[in-house]
């Protein structure tokens, strides 16, 4: 019995329609508790005044934003390698889902400048780097719903997500040339670096909220496009017949 | 390859062929500037290095599509696959073919168009140069964007939503190669990231372009 035996259509539908309630009530909790706490029981930051706690909402879905791609690019390799169908559909069903976050992260960025650096938008690596990302997925998602066979689709836009988090990952370190406005991570190992505890915790939650979410929602979409395929597969059979 | 290469070539110059066209696109772009922004002499003489450069990069896009289409729409592509020669060569030579009908020109014509909007004279060797050094990787880039949307019908507009972002890291290293120029700063640092995107994209791109092709005629 190894790993890949979950990667079976079947399984996959099994075990994920039992584990899937379960990763949106902990999604649900987590959000509420995290954006509750951050919203309503935390002070206000010196320099920021109350728009510190757009904070909950902008890390958690760039962090979301930058990893859904990463796991992308993993499973288009598995994809690749394997050949597991459930592999690349869970990339297709994650695009959109990136998309979302990236388009999150840049819109309570700006709402979040606006204030703060008093303009809406200013050209610097993070900033762009985002703005890149979400070119890149709309690429990958305008790919993937121009090509009609499914096998020819997945082969593509897996090489696209391989050679494109390259070309992504450049553009993010190209763009340091320029003056950069935006603060260093919030997040890091080094605790003196990161922002203070009182933000921290609330802060961890809402990640582990938007982590949750992210996952139930690929796996909800997944789940719907194997059914999409089987539908499919039915309908073509009844064709033939 | 040599062969393929001088084929591509005679095929690109003829009538109908594509190439000039390119260069009628940059030229356009270029007189259409000033017309946008004014003409007043500072502004374009500021802006130049970036305008010569997004000019460039969108009419080398112009001319991507026909890359590999012609050649699969009279079935010629699956004949150059199943040559002794492996795939990867004849991706390699599409791209040196695209570059020099688009590429090469548009870094000649660059000077003379840059003196048009009035650039700094310490700018124009720094623009030839970083065209130079730059447009090849734009090439490779494009020939990768191209295989993969070869067996699409419309393929172009998708193709430049592909092929775009790709071109980011060029045009940065590029236009801030001509930028430093322009100051009279050192530009060895950007004008070496370029060289080195060019390279890594010809050694490693072929290959997905390959892949790519063999996927879109299988």
Redesign the interface.
């Known amino acids: 019995m190894s790993i890949w035996e979950y990667a079976n259509p079947l399984r996959f539908m099994g075990w994920t329609g039992k584990v899937l309630p379960w990763f949106w009530a902990l999604a649900i909790a987590a959000l509420v508790v995290g954006l509750g706490w951050g919203f309503f029981f935390t002070p206000e930051a010196e320099n920021f005044g109350s728009t510190v706690k757009i904070i909950y909402i902008h890390v958690p879905s760039a962090f979301i934003a930058i990893n859904a791609w990463f796991m992308m690019v993993v499973t288009s390799i598995i994809w690749l390698v394997r050949r597991h169908h459930v592999s690349v559909l869970a990339a297709k069903a994650a695009a959109p889902v990136g998309l979302t976050m990236t388009l999150i992260a840049l819109i309570t960025g700006a709402i979040w400048g606006q204030p703060t650096w008093t303009t809406w938008w200013v050209w610097d690596a993070r900033l762009?780097a985002f703005l890149?990302l979400c070119?890149?997925y709309?690429?990958y998602i305008?790919?993937w719903a121009?090509?009609e066979d499914p096998d020819?689709a997945a082969?593509?836009t897996s090489?696209?997500s391989?050679?494109?988090s390259v070309?992504?990952f450049?553009?993010r370190y190209?763009?340091l040339?320029w003056a950069t406005q935006h603060q260093d991570s919030s997040l890091s190992v080094d605790r003196a670096e990161h922002v203070s505890d009182v933000f921290y915790q609330p802060l961890l939650l809402s990640m582990a909220g938007f982590v949750l979410l992210f996952l139930a929602l690929v796996l909800m979409r997944t789940r719907t496009e194997i059914r999409l395929r089987r539908i499919r597969a039915i309908e073509t059979r009844g064709r033939r017949s | 390859m040599i062969a393929l290469l001088l084929r591509d070539l005679r095929l690109a110059v003829r009538a109908g062929g594509g190439f000039g066209l390119g260069l009628a696109f940059f030229l356009i772009v270029v007189v259409l500037v000033p017309f946008g922004v004014g003409s007043e002499t500072a502004v374009l003489s500021r802006i130049a290095p970036g305008i010569l450069w997004v000019a460039a990069l969108l009419a080398s896009l112009l001319t991507l599509d026909r890359v590999f289409a012609l050649d699969y729409e009279d079935g010629a592509l699956p004949l150059l696959l199943t040559a002794p020669l492996p795939a990867e060569g004849v991706t390699l030579v599409k791209a040196l073919a695209h570059w020099m009908t688009s590429g090469l020109p548009l870094t000649l014509a660059a000077p003379v168009l840059g003196i048009l909007l009035n650039i700094e004279p310490a700018a124009i060797m720094p623009l030839f140069l970083s065209l130079l050094i730059g447009t090849p990787a734009l090439s490779m880039i494009g020939t990768f964007g191209a295989a993969l949307t070869v067996g699409l019908r419309r393929g172009g507009l998708l193709l430049s939503l592909l092929v775009l972002p790709m071109y980011v890291p060029t045009l940065i290293f590029g236009a801030e190669a001509v930028a430093r120029g322009a100051a009279e700063l050192s530009m060895q640092v950007p004008l070496l990231l370029l060289a080195g995107l060019t390279a890594g994209s010809i050694a490693l791109l072929p290959l997905a372009a390959a892949a790519a092709l063999r996927v879109n005629l299988r």
Do not use: N
Request: charged letters at 5%; aromatic letters at 12%.
């Open positions: 762009t890149v070119l890149f709309l690429g305008a790919l121009a090509i020819t082969d593509l090489v696209l391989l050679v494109g070309f992504a450049l553009s190209a763009a040339f």
